[in-house]
């Protein structure tokens, strides 16, 4: 699994423009061949920073997802970051659940 995540500074007075323009992008890219999900946030510490993340399941899928138009158009938002946007892409080989939790704290008893 891919994990990207964006963070986006929204300029001053924005936030509400921004947040709908990123968000008519949830839809059509939860749709993507391999997309597992794809989420909107707005930052609890910072109101005027918006995140958004999508899961992929394989490496091909999001290279696919990149290099659409769709894509290019997160890319135009993306330059209207007050300050530059930060994109980061986790792949992940291994994910637990609450069974991991749960064998943690039996190992401290």
Do not use: N
């Not at 929204?10 to 968000?23: D, E, F, K, N, T």
């Not at 930052?43 to 990149?66: A, G, H, Q, T, V």
Request: net charge negative; hydrophobic share 40%.
């Amino acid at each position: 699994m891919i994990i990207e995540q964006m963070s986006i500074a929204v300029p001053s007075g924005q936030r509400q423009h921004m947040a709908s323009a990123l968000g008519s992008f949830v839809g059509p890219t939860q749709v993507q061949p391999g997309c597992l999900s794809c989420q909107l946030y707005q930052s609890w510490s910072d109101p005027d920073e918006l995140r958004f993340e999508s899961r992929w399941l394989e490496e091909s899928d999001l290279i696919r997802y990149l290099k659409s138009s769709s894509y290019k158009q997160v890319l135009l938002l993306m330059e209207l970051s007050s300050t530059p946007p930060k994109v980061e892409f986790f792949v992940v080989v291994e994910a637990h659940g609450l069974e991991l939790v749960e064998a943690a704290r039996l190992q401290h008893e």
